[in-house]
C-alpha cells in the first residue's frame, strides 16, 4: 500500500484509516446480501403489507395509459369500456386529474402527463414524445388495471414529422446553458489554427448511440395521503429512488405540503445507474391516482414504459482534433460535441468535460450544442459525460499513437500534465502514469505487436487495446447522526441509500475505524426521510459524502466526551485534537492512556451520546479525480462480424478503497457495462414515427455471461486525503470509462480499420 504524507494533504489522516489492523479495507460481505438471497428484502413494490412491516389497508393499483404518437394532441379519451369492467375503479384523464403544481427540474416534460394543456378543465394534452402518459386506470388488482388501461381509446390529432434522430437537429442547435457549472464553450489559444499547423494532426468525427436503462427492478411507487389527528393532510411514498429528500421537496412542491409533511422510504433500489437519480413521472401519476381514489395507490412501471416514461443515455455527435508534434507532444486539443434533449426541457451529458483534465496542450478548444427531439428527457447514466465524452478522445489518442509510431501508452505518458489543464490547481492525487505502467505490466502489454494485423487464431484476429479512465471525486452535502451507547453498541443513521453497493457495510465499516470499535457492534440504517438529509446517491459521491459527515460526527462526539472526563483521568484537560478512538476508549493518541468509552458515558450519567455530522464539499484548492486505465484483448472474425472479448484488466487510483472485495465488485461492474457500451448496447428507432423499436431485453442487447470474460481488476491503494476527509474517492462509475474506446483500438489492432462509431456491431465488421 501507499500512504499520503500528512503533511502534504489538506486534511489529516486519521490513524486507523491508515492502519491495517482496522475494519477499513476488509473484505466484508454485503450486510444486506442474506436478505437479498432468501428473498426477505422488501423492494419498492413489495412494499403493500405482505412482504414488509408497512400498512396500505384498501390497496389499490395503478397502469398508465401511454401515448401512441410522438407530437400532436389527445383530442379525446373513451374511458366507457374500461370502467364497466370488473375491479375497475376509476380512470384517470385530463378531466378529472387532481391539479398540482409540476416541479422545476423534476425529471421532465412528461411529469405534465395527465395535466391539461388547453383551456381550463378541456380534455386537451399536448404530446411531445412517444410513451408520454396520457391517462391511468386504477383498480383491485394489477391484472384488472392493465387489462382496463389497454380497453381505453385514446383519440389524437397527430402533427407531422416528429424528431428522434440526432442527425435530424444538425440546422436546429443552440449552446446549453452550462455544463455541470462550467459555460458551454471553453477555448485557450487557437486549436483550429494549431491543427492546421501540426506536423502530426488526427481531425475525426465520432458517433455514440443511444443506450436506455435496464435496471432489474423496474420504477415503481406506492402512495397513500392520510389526514392526521389535527386534520392536516401527510403523504405516504414508497418509491424507487436515489434521491429521497429530492423526491420528497419535489412531491411536497407539487402537491402544496410542506417537506415534513411527506414521507419517503427506500429501503433498496434493484439497479439504478442514475435512472432513479430524479423523479420520474410514476411517482406523480401515483400520488394522483391516491388522490383520486382516496386510497392508498401501487403503481409499477412495464419495462416496455420504461423506454417512454423514464430518461436514457443521448446519443452523441463529436468531433475531436490533435495537433501534435512528430514526438507526440500535444499542442492543439478540439472537442466540440452534441448531445440532445427534449421539447421543453434541459439536460446535456457534458461530454467534453473529460478532456479538460486529461491532456494538457496550449490551445484548446471545447465546445458543446444540443438539439431538441421529441423524447422523453435523458437523463444520467453511469458516467454521464465520460462514457461518451472519453470515447473520441482515447480513439483519437490511439490514432495519433499510431500516426506517430509510439506505442499508446508511451504518448499518453508523454502528454501528461503536471498540474490540471484547465484551472491550473495541483492534482489532489492522480497516478493516471502508475496505472498506465502497473496495469501494462500485468496484461502483459511489452508483448503486443506496434502494427494491426499481427497475430490470428484459426479464424480469430487478435488485437489488444488501452484507453484511459477517470471520473471527478464529487461530493454533497450531507448528514448523519451518530450514537455512542453505554452497553458497547453504535448506531448510525443518515437518509441515503442501498443501490446495492453495499452502503451500509461500507458505512459501518468506516464509523467501526473512526470510533475504534469492531465493526460488528456498528448499525448503519439508512433509507427513509426520517433520519437525517442525505445526498443524490449519483456521481459516485455517497461513500465520499457519508463517510465525511461521520468523520465529522465522530469529532463532535470525541470533543463532548473529553468534557466529561473525570479530573484524575489522563484525559482531564486535554484537547479533542490530542485524543483519538481506539479499542472501545478514547485514549491520549501519544500515550494511549485514556477511559472505556462506557465509563465517560456513565460519568456522563448517559446511557448514550449522539451528535450530528455534516458534510459539505465547498471549494478546494485541488483538482479531484480519480484516474486509471483499461486493458483489453479481443478476437475478431471479419467473416461473421464477431467480436469476443478475452480479457479486460482494469488499474485505477480512487484513494482508500474501504472494502476490497465490495470495491473490486464495483470496478467489475463498471467493465462489463463497458462491453455494453462498446460492442451491444444501442437503442433503434423507427424515424417515420419517433419511436423506439426495440423497447425490450429480448432485443436490446445488454451484456450476459457469455459476453463477459475472466476480469482483472486491480488498483493503487492510496488515500487521498486532499479530496475527502476519509481519503475515500467514489468508484461506481470510473470502471465504465474508456472501455468501449479501449475496445475500438482492440478491434482496430486486431483487423487494421478504425471504427469511430459505437457500439460496434456484426454490420460494421463486416462492411
Same mark, same amino acid.
Given at each position: ?354 478532456? %479538460? ?19 422523453? *428527457? #435523458? ?35 508523454r502528454n501528461e500534465p503536471e498540474k490540471d489543464p484547465t484551472t491550473g490547481k495541483p492534482f489532489s492525487d492522480r497516478r493516471f502514469v502508475e496505472c498506465l505502467r502497473a496495469g501494462a505490466e500485468r496484461f502483459g502489454w511489452a508483448d503486443r505487436p506496434l502494427k494491426p ?102 469529532? %463532535? ?8 472526563? #473525570? ?8 484537547? #479533542? ?12 493518541t501519544e500515550s494511549g492512556e485514556g477511559e472505556a468509552l462506557e465509563d465517560l458515558l456513565e460519568e456522563a450519567d448517559r446511557a448514550e451520546l449522539s451528535a450530528k455530522g455534516r458534510y459539505s464539499p465547498g471549494e478546494s484548492d485541488y483538482s479531484k479525480h480519480s484516474f ?33 472485495? *465490495? ?55 492510496? #488515500? ?8 475515500? %474517492? ?22 487494421g480499420k478504425r471504427h469511430r462509431s459505437c457500439p460496434i456491431t456484426p454490420e460494421m465488421v463486416m462492411a
Amino acid at each position: 500500500m501507499f500512504f499520503v504524507d500528512k503533511s502534504d494533504t489538506a486534511f489529516a489522516p486519521l490513524p486507523r484509516l491508515a492502519d491495517e489492523k482496522g475494519a477499513i479495507g476488509r473484505p466484508k460481505v454485503r450486510r444486506t446480501g442474506r436478505a437479498k438471497v432468501t428473498g426477505t428484502a422488501a423492494y419498492t413494490a413489495e412494499r403493500d403489507g405482505r412482504h414488509s412491516p408497512d400498512s396500505f389497508p384498501g390497496l389499490l393499483h395503478a397502469v398508465a395509459v401511454p401515448a401512441t404518437i410522438a407530437k400532436g394532441r389527445v383530442t379525446a379519451i373513451d374511458a366507457s369500456a374500461a370502467e364497466a369492467m370488473a375491479g375497475v375503479r376509476h380512470v384517470l384523464t385530463p378531466a378529472n386529474s387532481p391539479k398540482i403544481k409540476v416541479p422545476e427540474g423534476a425529471g421532465g416534460l412528461s411529469f405534465q402527463s395527465v395535466e391539461p394543456a388547453g383551456p381550463a378543465g378541456a380534455e386537451s394534452q399536448e404530446i411531445v414524445h412517444a410513451g408520454q402518459y396520457v391517462a391511468a386506470v386504477i383498480a383491485d388488482s394489477f391484472e384488472a388495471a392493465r387489462d382496463g388501461a389497454m380497453a381505453v381509446k385514446v383519440s389524437y390529432e397527430e402533427e407531422p414529422n416528429p424528431l428522434i434522430a440526432i442527425e435530424a437537429v444538425r440546422g436546429s442547435q443552440e449552446r446549453p446553458e452550462s455544463l455541470m457549472g462550467d459555460p458551454p464553450v471553453m477555448e485557450e489559444g487557437d486549436a483550429e489554427a494549431a491543427l492546421r499547423e501540426a506536423p502530426l494532426r488526427i481531425d475525426q468525427q465520432y458517433k455514440t448511440d443511444t443506450n436506455h436503462h435496464n435496471p432489474i427492478e423496474p420504477h415503481a411507487t406506492i402512495a397513500a395521503f392520510r389526514r392526521d389527528d389535527d386534520g392536516s393532510e401527510t403523504l405516504s411514498v414508497r418509491d424507487t429512488t436515489q434521491n429521497l429528500y429530492g423526491t420528497r421537496g419535489s412531491l411536497a412542491e407539487a402537491f402544496g405540503l410542506k417537506p415534513e409533511q411527506v414521507e419517503v422510504v427506500c429501503d433498496y433500489v434493484g439497479g439504478a445507474f442514475g435512472s432513479k437519480g430524479v423523479m420520474w413521472p410514476q411517482a406523480l401519476l401515483a400520488c394522483k391516482c391516491a388522490k383520486l381514489a382516496g386510497a392508498p395507490v401501487k403503481l409499477v412501471v412495464t419495462r416496455r414504459q420504461l423506454y417512454g416514461g423514464t430518461g436514457f443515455r443521448s446519443p452523441t455527435l463529436q468531433r475531436v482534433g490533435l495537433a501534435a508534434k512528430e514526438d507526440g507532444t500535444l499542442t492543439g486539443i478540439l472537442h466540440e460535441g452534441l448531445t440532445i434533449t427534449s421539447i421543453r426541457d434541459n439536460y446535456s451529458d457534458a461530454v467534453v468535460m473529460a478532456t %479538460k483534465v486529461m491532456y494538457a496542450a496550449p490551445n484548446r478548444r471545447l465546445a458543446q450544442r444540443q438539439g431538441r427531439l421529441n423524447t422523453q *428527457l #435523458p437523463t444520467f447514466m453511469r458516467a454521464p459525460a465520460e462514457t461518451p465524452g472519453m470515447f473520441p478522445l482515447e480513439c483519437a489518442m490511439d490514432e495519433l499513437a499510431e500516426a506517430a509510431g509510439l506505442d499508446p501508452i508511451e504518448l499518453r505518458v508523454r502528454n501528461e500534465p503536471e498540474k490540471d489543464p484547465t484551472t491550473g490547481k495541483p492534482f489532489s492525487d492522480r497516478r493516471f502514469v502508475e496505472c498506465l505502467r502497473a496495469g501494462a505490466e500485468r496484461f502483459g502489454w511489452a508483448d503486443r505487436p506496434l502494427k494491426p494485423r499481427q497475430r490470428r487464431e484459426g479464424r480469430w484476429l487478435i488485437g489488444t487495446g488501452v484507453a484511459a479512465a477517470t471520473y471527478p471525486a464529487f461530493g454533497f452535502p450531507t448528514e448523519v447522526e451518530l450514537t455512542i451507547r453505554a452497553n458497547g453498541s453504535v448506531r448510525a443513521v443518515c437518509a441515503t441509500h442501498e443501490l446495492g453497493t453495499g452502503t451500509a457495510t461500507v458505512q459501518a465499516q468506516t464509523t467501526a475505524d473512526l470510533l475504534g470499535v469492531p465493526a460488528g457492534r456498528v448499525t448503519f440504517d439508512l433509507g427513509t426521510t426520517a433520519y437525517p438529509k442525505g445526498g443524490v446517491s449519483g456521481g459516485s459521491a455517497t461513500t465520499l459524502s457519508v463517510g465525511s459527515a461521520l468523520r465529522d460526527a465522530a469529532e %463532535k462526539l470525541k470533543a463532548a466526551l473529553v468534557q466529561h472526563a #473525570p479530573a484524575e483521568s489522563p484525559l482531564s484537560g486535554a484537547k #479533542p485534537d490530542d485524543v483519538s478512538f481506539d479499542s472501545g476508549k478514547l485514549v491520549l493518541t501519544e500515550s494511549g492512556e485514556g477511559e472505556a468509552l462506557e465509563d465517560l458515558l456513565e460519568e456522563a450519567d448517559r446511557a448514550e451520546l449522539s451528535a450530528k455530522g455534516r458534510y459539505s464539499p465547498g471549494e478546494s484548492d485541488y483538482s479531484k479525480h480519480s484516474f486509471g486505465a483499461t486493458f483489453v484483448e479481443v478476437g475478431v472474425d471479419e467473416e461473421f462480424g464477431l467480436v469476443r472479448v478475452r480479457r479486460m484488466l482494469g488499474c485505477y487510483a480512487c484513494g482508500t478503497i474501504l472494502n476490497r472485495k *465490495l470495491g473490486r465488485s464495483q470496478f467489475l461492474g463498471g467493465m462489463v457495462m463497458g462491453i455494453g457500451s462498446g460492442l451491444l448496447e444501442v437503442t433503434h428507432h423507427d424515424t417515420r414515427l419517433a419511436r423506439w423499436t426495440n423497447d425490450n431485453l429480448a432485443e436490446y442487447h445488454v451484456p450476459v455471461n457469455a459476453d463477459v470474460p475472466d476480469i482483472d481488476v486491480m488498483w493503487i491503494d492510496a #488515500p487521498d486525503f486532499n479530496a475527502s476527509p476519509i481519503g475515500a %474517492k467514489g468508484i461506481g462509475e470510473i470502471g465504465i470509462t474508456g472501455v468501449n474506446a479501449a475496445f475500438a483500438n482492440a478491434v482496430w489492432h486486431a483487423t487494421g480499420k478504425r471504427h469511430r462509431s459505437c457500439p460496434i456491431t456484426p454490420e460494421m465488421v463486416m462492411a
